[in-house]
């Protein structure tokens, strides 16, 4: 059997687990969102607005804890408890326990679990949980991207100034002010801009039609791991942070978008981001 069969077999499997784990995790994220929120239960990160609560703790603790019964002995690389950072090789989890912590810590309903295994650092399989709806995203390398049973298929936008695009913003005061700065020239560019808060289901809206496009700056792995999976299976173009800056984008920026806009847009990006629009 060729090696791309074989992963893709595996790839299958590996959703299976990835989607059973993911909806204990969000059952688990909803069940304690309130008591994971009372102030003892709310510590901060690398700034005062970057939080964690019990909740991420706890649902990342459950989600390792499954992960080494079902799947013994494979690395985990997860937003709290960090491990095997810089090794890409062979296959690793890749793990966000709440994607969307600010939208959790205010009770607003639009948060994520994330899960993807990758192969040598490129995702073959994922899910993306809403705990609030209990709606189950994910996809298998080479066998499409899935919303629940629905098959999903990328919007057929052609022109940016008609497409809506999503961003987001990182903690950091500085890198947030240049963000903000490359917005407000795009949304010269496009229909609209919006800021949903979390990553993973930006990247599922696309793989949708709910969106045309997203793009941002500064992602960790376990935020896109998972959603870009499911967008480029459902025929999104997806440029991930790990593909380094030859073409002009920089480092660390995401690029996800409909097949009929992608070019334009990271023509656009480019422009922004040198002030040249
Ligand atoms: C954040 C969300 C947000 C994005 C930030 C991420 P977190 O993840 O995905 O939408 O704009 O860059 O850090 O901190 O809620 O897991
Ligand atoms: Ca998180």
Redesign the pocket.
Known sequence: MCVGLAIEREATALREVAMRIAREAGDLARTVRDEAVTDGAVDTKSTET??VTAG?RAVERLIRQRLAELRPGEPVLG?EEGGEGSKLEGLRWVV?P???????LYGYPW?AVSIAAQLDGRSIAGAVVEPATGRIWSAALGHGAFLGDKQLRVSGADRLDLALVA?????DRQRRIEQARVVNQLIGEVRDIR????????LCAVAAGWLDGYY?V???R??WAAGALIAAEAGAEVRVPAQGSADGLGDGMIVCASPGIAKELTEALIRCRAGEV
Do not use: C, K, P
């Open positions: 970057d939080v991420d937003e966000d709440i994607d969307g912590t600010v939208n959790y948060y961003t987001g913003f990182g903690y800021r949903f808060g979390v990553a993973s289901l930006d941002e500064g992602l960790h376990w935020d």
